[in-house]
C-alpha cells in the first residue's frame, strides 16, 4: 500500500469518495478524519487506555556466603544485624559445610561462586585460599587469619590488592608470647607439644616463631602434625610417647571442630594447654592469649558493610586486633594440681572460677 499523501483521508468506517467541501469530514459509513488528526486522536488514546497491570519485581537483596557455619557466626551475624541488615529483608546468607576438609572446602567456595553470592565470608586460613582459587571477582572477607600475607592471600596488610581483605589474629607475632605464659605459669615444663595443620598456610610461620623461642626458654618443642580428625588418636599417642609436658595449638578451624575431644585428652592425661581464644578456656581448656574472636568476627561484618556500599576489597587494609586477652580457668588448674603465681592472675583479663 502507498504511504498517504498528507491530504488523504482515512475514515472511521467507510469511505465515500463523492464528499466534497463542507461534507468533506463526514462519509456515509462515519466520520473522515485527516491523517494527522487520526494520529493525534490514537496518541491520546493510548494514554488513557487501560494498561495490562505489571507483576512488581521483588528488590534483590544481597547474599552472603559462609563456609562452615557454626556458632560462632553470631557475632558476624550480629554485626550486620547492628548495622541495619534484617534477614530475609534486606539480606540473605547461603552456607556450604565442608568441615574443614580441604577437597570439600574447594567445593564448597565453587558452590558459592555458581549461587552466586555477592560477598564470601571466610574463618581461618583454609577455607580462605579455597575461596581465592574459586574466584577472583566476588570479594572475600576473610576473619581470624593467622598470617594472610604469608598465606599468599594478600599482598599486604596495608594494601591488600586482589579481591581479599578481613582482619587478622595475628597468630605468628604471637606465639612466642603464648609459649612465655605457659613457662611463667609452669616454670618445670620443659617439652611442650604444638598441634598445627600442614594444609593450613599460616601455621608454618607460627611453627618457625615456637621453634625460635623454645630454646630461649630452655624449652624443646615437639610438632605434632594433624591434618584430618581422623588422625588425632595417633597425634595423642604421640604427645605421650615424646613426654610431653604441655601443649600448644592454633585456632585451625578444623582443629576447632574437635576441640572436645582435645580438651577430653588433656583433662585425662592432666596436660596443661595454651590456646589462641577464650572460648576454648571456658569449655575446660587451661589458658589462652588471643584476639577476642566475637570481636573479629564483629569487624568482619564492618567489613562487608563497607563492600555492599561499594568500597573494593583493595582498598580496605586488612585490620589487626587492637586487645589481646589473657584468660585463665582456675578450676583447670586446681585439677591439674598448679598453682598461678599471683602476678599472673593480676595479668589476666578473665579468670573463670
Known amino acids: 500500500m502507498s504511504a ?4 488523504e483521508m482515512l475514515q472511521c468506517g467507510s469511505v465515500s469518495s463523492q464528499t466534497r467541501g463542507p461534507d468533506r469530514a463526514r462519509g456515509r459509513g462515519g466520520w473522515l478524519l485527516s491523517r494527522r488528526q487520526f494520529i493525534a486522536l490514537l496518541g491520546g488514546a493510548a494514554t488513557t487506555w487501560p494498561r495490562p497491570l505489571r507483576a512488581q519485581q521483588p528488590a534483590q537483596i544481597p547474599r552472603i556466603g559462609i563456609i562452615d557455619d557454626s556458632p560462632m557466626w553470631n557475632a558476624f551475624r550480629q ?11 534486606n539480606i540473605a546468607f547461603d552456607s556450604r559445610d565442608a568441615d574443614g576438609v580441604p577437597a570439600r572446602l ?18 581461618g586460613t583454609p577455607p580462605t585460599r579455597a575461596a581465592q582459587q574459586a574466584t577472583t571477582t566476588i570479594p572475600i572477607v576473610m576473619i581470624g587469619i593467622g598470617d594472610p ?14 579481591n581479599i581483605t578481613g582482619n587478622t589474629i595475628l597468630g605468628p607475632d604471637v606465639a612466642g608470647k603464648r609459649l612465655q605464659l605457659l613457662k611463667e605459669v609452669i616454670p618445670s615444663v620443659s617439652r611442650a607439644a604444638f598441634l598445627w595443620n600442614p594444609d593450613n598456610a599460616s601455621h608454618p610461620a607460627q611453627l618457625k616463631e615456637l621453634q625460635a ?5 630452655g624449652m624443646t618443642l615437639l610438632p605434632i602434625a594433624v591434618r584430618s580428625a581422623d588422625e588425632l588418636d595417633s597425634a595423642f599417642a604421640a604427645m605421650m610417647s615424646e ?30 594447654g595454651m590456646f589462641l581464644t577464650r572460648e576454648v578456656v571456658v569449655a575446660g581448656g587451661f589458658m ?18 563497607r563492600i555492599l556500599q561499594g568500597t573494593k576489597p583493595a582498598d580496605l587494609p586488612v585490620e589487626r586486633p587492637i586487645k589481646f586477652e589473657f584468660v585463665i580457668n582456675l578450676k583447670t588448674a586446681q585439677a591439674f594440681g598448679l598453682t598461678i603465681p599471683p602476678t599472673l592472675l593480676f595479668q589476666a583479663d578473665e579468670v573463670i572460677q
Open 288 to 305: 589462652s592469649y588471643g584476639a577476642s574472636l566475637p570481636e573479629l568476627f564483629r569487624h568482619g561484618a564492618s567489613y562487608v558493610h
Open 79 to 89: 554485626g550486620l544485624h547492628d548495622l541495619g541488615y534484617l534477614e530475609g529483608q
Open 4 to 7: 498517504l499523501r498528507n491530504d
Open 106 to 123: 574447594a567445593e564448597a567456595a565453587a558452590e558459592l561462586v555458581r549461587r552466586p553470592v555477592d560477598v564470601i565470608a571466610t574463618y
Open 149 to 162: 600475607v604469608g598465606a599468599g592471600l594478600v599482598a599486604s596488610l596495608a594494601r591488600p590488592g586482589g
Open 243 to 272: 613426654r610431653a609436658e604441655a601443649f600448644l595449638m592454633t585456632a585451625d578451624p578444623l582443629h576447632q571442630r574437635s576441640i572436645r575431644r582435645i580438651i577430653d585428652f588433656l583433662t585425662q592425661n592432666r596436660l596443661p
Open 213 to 217: 623461642a623454645a630454646p630461649r626458654l
